[in-house]
């Protein structure tokens, strides 16, 4: 590996997130029952005694709540959607994802075709890139924009049934959890 060249000494440790090693040596450090790892992709893992589990993380075609690519994805959907609805005051989030100040609210179809084809061309399209509107979702919430509140507290709420059910099934009854992310 590169890694090996520049430092030939060096043990390297490679590791997946869902195996756990990291994430058990985090929740050793901090002496925490579970560990939520919320970027990208969102998983969230646990230990008591002898007995751990991961729950989520199963990837953004299936299930990654929480994470940054559901919330961005989440944030492109709602805008789209009331792009779409002729609303007369679009939402603080809609302004900031889309080069648009009003609703669609067009006679022509063609027309309508053009600015939608356009909108769409404005959309990032790559996991990581939809992964960062989670920042403008998080700096809309907190300029005021109720529908930038929905999406993180629908997110926070899917965080937080994963430390339930690990707390439940590690028997834990009042979890340390720690939230870890980028």
């Known amino acids: 590996s590169s890694a090996k060249a520049v430092f030939p000494k060096a043990k390297i440790f490679i590791s997946r997130e869902s195996e756990g090693d990291i994430a058990f040596e985090i929740l050793r450090t901090y002496q925490a029952d579970i560990l939520v ?33 559901s919330i961005g994805i989440m944030a492109i959907n709602r805008a789209l959607k009331e792009l779409d609805s ?21 006679k022509d179809i063609s027309e309508y075709a053009q ?23 998080a700096n809309c919430a907190e300029k005021g924009c109720q529908l930038s509140q929905e999406i993180l507290k629908e997110n926070g709420k899917e965080i937080a049934k994963w430390i339930e059910l690990l707390a439940k099934r ?12 980028g």
């Open 37 to 69: 790892m919320a970027g990208t992709g969102c998983i969230a893992q646990g230990k008591n005694h002898e007995k751990s589990m991961v729950v989520g993380g199963w990837g953004r075609d299936i299930g990654d709540e929480g994470s940054g690519y």
């Open 86 to 106: 002729g609303k007369q005051d679009l939402s603080i989030l809609t302004k900031e994802l889309l080069p648009f100040k009003t609703p669609f609210n067009f």
């Open 115 to 137: 600015k939608r084809d356009f909108a769409r061309s404005c959309l990032p399209k790559t996991r990581q890139e939809i992964a960062r509107i989670a920042k403008t979702v």
């Open 170 to 181: 590690l028997e834990v009854e009042n979890p340390k959890v720690v939230i870890n992310g």
